[in-house]
């Protein structure tokens, strides 16, 4: 029978635990504590008792109130997640730990994602990279870094060294959103390439071309958290076929693959140019209008138009808890016209990716917007964010997109 582990070996492993190479501690409350035990990765600032000398970006090591040691975490000083756990061990080199986990990420993308050459390489506390958010778009990669810690001399440079080393000849464009920066109390930065000179680059999703451009002023990127579900919503639409809130095309783009016509509808302008680029780009004739969704799908119901399959992607309408209502009250307007137009045997595509709009209350809404149009709805396929946006069992803050797609009938 195996002996009883003397007491001293327990007091030995938390001695090497202590060990100073893992960075100063940062102790942290009961409530804290908690969260982190039940899975969490981030401490509030309000949950941190002491820092000693933790300086911004630092890596630490966090302990309970009684000094248990409870895992190694990205320091930062300003923002109010002010630890982000990244290891439940203690961690000696941050640069050799955040190259391990970058190419970690790579091997997880190469198991999982199929028909895309683009699609997000690492996607912050979802790849155990928290503050770090890097997209692939054919040969540029588009890197955003969010904390302190991210932005560290040395952690830059192993990011990049690892990212370079595994996508070879890749321009890396970095893209600086300023208030964020501010936000960390980071210096400020432009956006710019940090490597390679391409500003532009066709990418294919689903055999779907796209042009991108990273230039500084243009909105950059595609929502690459859509792209399974453009696949999707391919598999069931038919007939007219009308994009709501369609950006640069990806839904309409998908859709015109099987339908027999298809409107796109944006308040944007330039979105909606390089929407008929892409088009072009595709071979494929879509008409695109430039209009307000909530006046367009109201004067469209009142006039009594008809479509087989229709998407709706608004932005978040929810940006906090506190306008939970508004946002609701938003999703019902435009699910309900969606459907009054919807002929029996019809498509409703309908999203959202308000994390503060859970999936109960999106279906809710949805269901009563269906009853209010006198439709009933079964549900084909209830979806989220494309695998390569991983979602993390005990991190709800990871989930954020809603994808139902729904059958009409009578
Ligand atoms: N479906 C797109 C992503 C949509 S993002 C895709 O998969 O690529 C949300 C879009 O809604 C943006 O392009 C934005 O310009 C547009 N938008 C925001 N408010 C709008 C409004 N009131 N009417 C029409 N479009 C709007």
């Known amino acids: 029978m195996p002996a009883k582990p003397p007491r001293l070996a327990l007091q030995g492993r938390h001695q090497q635990k202590a060990d100073s190479r893992a960075g100063p501690s940062v102790f942290v409350s009961p409530r804290g504590a908690h969260r982190l035990k039940s899975g969490h990765v981030w401490v509030y600032r309000s949950d941190v008792v002491s820092a000693n000398d933790a300086g911004p970006g630092a ?125 960390e109390q980071l210096p400020p930065r432009d956006s710019t390439l940090v490597s390679g000179d391409k500003n532009h680059t066709v990418f294919t999703m689903n055999s779907v071309r796209f042009h991108v451009d990273v230039r500084e002023g243009q909105k950059t990127g595609a929502f690459l958290d859509q792209r399974e579900n453009y696949a999707a919503a391919a598999a069931y639409a038919h007939g007219e076929a009308l994009d709501v809130f369609c950006y640069q095309g990806a839904f309409a783009l998908h859709l015109a693959k099987v339908c027999s016509q298809v409107t796109g509808v944006d308040s944007s302008r330039p979105s909606l140019e390089v929407a008929d680029k892409n088009a072009l780009l595709n071979q494929r004739e879509v008409e695109w209008i430039e209009a307000n969704a909530f006046d367009l799908l109201k004067d469209y119901s009142a006039a009594g138009r008809q479509y087989n399959t229709i998407v709706l992607d608004p932005p978040a309408f929810a940006k906090s808890r506190k306008n939970l209502q508004t946002a609701l009250r938003g999703y019902k307007e435009i699910n309900l016209r969606a459907l009054k137009m919807l002929r029996p045997g019809g498509v409703l595509v309908t999203c959202s990716c308000s994390y503060h709009v859970s999936e109960g209350e999106f279906l809710g809404v949805v269901a009563e917007a269906a009853r209010d149009a006198r439709k009933t709805l079964r549900v084909l396929e209830r979806r989220g964010q494309a695998k390569d946006h991983p979602v993390l069992i005990d991190v709800p803050e990871t989930s954020y997109l809603k994808c139902f797609i729904l059958s009409v009938s009578y």
Request: hydrophobic residues 45%; contains cysteine; proline residues 4%.
């Open 59 to 183: 890596i630490v090591r966090v302990c309970d109130e009684r000094g248990r040691f409870l895992g190694s975490a990205l320091y930062s000083t300003s923002s109010q997640i002010a630890l982000r756990m990244i290891s439940p061990s203690p961690v000696g080199d941050l640069p050799v730990l955040l190259r391990e986990r970058v190419l970690a990420a790579i091997a997880y993308r190469k198991s999982l994602v199929r028909d895309t050459d683009a699609y997000r390489v690492i996607f912050s506390e979802g790849d155990f990279l928290p503050g770090l958010i890097v997209d692939r778009y054919n040969d540029i990669l588009s890197l955003q870094v969010l904390t302190q810690a991210m932005d560290r001399e040395d952690s830059r440079g192993a990011l990049l060294a690892e990212l370079l080393e595994n996508f070879e000849n890749a321009t890396i464009a970095e893209r600086v959103e300023p208030h964020i920066r501010e936000l």
